[in-house]
């Protein structure tokens, strides 16, 4: 009978030694699938993992792809310190989004000062994002729905409802009938550093870095997070309150992810249109668990599964590979990541059936 016993002491700097061999199976995996497409594995790894970082307009590129990753990966930490599964970074970026191009098209006008409008504009993507996220709070607290069903559910309802107001109301009249709203004015859009295309929205995000990891690492609240989500019942007992710190966390989490999304649009659309993200709510989760919730080790992940976006996009004109082969890689790397995790957490062990009931036997005298 295979027996699994949980590890009371793990190895030295186990946490590093389990994200990289993740990402070296998850390649080697992925190599094994580009020779059955008839591709050859060193090729494609070379444009993957070249062109997304030294040409300048790759680089570039990737950085201003990393700055929704990173900004969703921390509020998404936020919430799974706390054990609280929050799967719905997509449609809190969604709501964030939408409430931020209501703002630039319905409230704020084109004569306003920018140095007005664009924080304003943030606080509404914000505030989009939490708003979604309180539904979950009330229905896990109230009346305990799960949050992984509910916040999943709720990705599509978010994406769905943007796509019926860019196709009807918002849609623009003068957008030669595609699906996008009408371009926001001059004053809300973010600054740009120097000559490149990276905005000022990387200085937000790496400054939410800072804060992140001062809430989780250094306040009470990050260790009465902690708390809670190791054992609630202890928790409670400590006189933590377990529904009020749900509530703040989803908020917080989701209200995040609607920065993000407002971010994308000052940043780089400056217009509500179908697509407008590249499934940045799902990856963030991949680059959460691969950093371990560690905010500074998000700022780097999220850099790599940028550039993994750009590479795949090379890889789809210089090899004619599908764009969706970084969806495999990605979702390669986060199977590889909970069975190396598994591996080093638990140890696995052959038992014979006699060793077994003898075993049982003796705990039962």
């Not at 993957?48 to 990737?62: E, I, N, V």
């Not at 989004?97 to 920018?114: E, I, K, N, R, W």
């Not at 708003?131 to 896990?140: D, P, T």
């Not at 957490?345 to 036997?361: A, G």
Request: proline fraction near 4%; aromatic fraction near 14%.
């Amino acid at each position: 009978m295979i027996h699994i016993e949980k590890r009371q002491i793990l190895p030295k700097g186990y946490s590093i030694l389990v994200s990289v061999l993740s990402i070296v199976f998850a390649l080697l995996l992925m190599g094994l699938i580009l020779l059955i497409f008839g591709a050859d594995p060193a090729k494609a790894y070379q444009e993957l993992f070249t062109w997304p970082f030294f040409p300048s307009m790759g680089l570039q590129d990737t950085v201003v792809k990393m700055i929704p990753l990173l900004i969703i990966s921390l509020g998404l930490a936020i919430t799974f310190k706390m054990k609280i599964w929050n799967i719905g970074g997509e449609g809190q970026f969604f709501m964030g989004g939408m409430f931020t191009t209501f703002g630039a098209l319905y409230v704020f006008g084109a004569d306003q000062s920018p140095w007005v409008v664009i924080p304003l504009l943030l606080v509404f993507g914000f505030l989009g994002g939490a708003f979604w996220a309180s539904i979950v709070a009330f229905l896990k607290t109230f009346l305990k729905i799960d949050e992984i069903l509910v916040t999943l559910m709720l990705n599509y309802v978010a994406m769905y409802w943007v796509d019926h107001l860019i196709y009807g109301p918002w849609k623009d009249p003068r957008g030669f009938n595609f699906p996008l709203t009408a371009v926001f004015a001059q004053n809300t859009r973010l600054p740009r550093i120097g000559s490149t295309t990276i905005h000022g929205g990387l200085f937000l995000a790496l400054a939410l870095v800072i804060v992140v990891y001062l809430l989780m690492k250094r306040s009470r609240w990050g260790h009465e997070l902690e708390i809670i989500g190791d054992n609630p019942v202890a928790g409670r007992y400590a006189g933590f309150s377990v529904r009020k710190n749900i509530f703040l966390t989803l908020m917080i989490s989701g209200g995040l992810a609607g920065l993000s999304g407002s971010v994308q649009l000052l940043g780089v659309q400056h217009r509500l249109q179908r697509g407008f993200s590249m499934g940045y709510g799902f990856t963030a989760i991949i680059v959460a668990w691969l950093s371990k919730l560690n905010p500074w080790a998000m700022a780097l992940t999220s850099f790599l599964f940028a550039g993994l976006i750009i590479g795949s996009e090379q890889l789809q004109i210089v090899m004619r590979l599908p764009v969706a082969m970084v969806n495999v890689l990605q979702g390669l790397v986060l199977l590889c990541l909970l069975i190396t995790e598994t591996l080093f957490r638990y140890r696995i062990r052959w038992v014979s059936k006699k060793t077994h009931f003898d075993t049982l036997d003796k705990e039962a005298d």
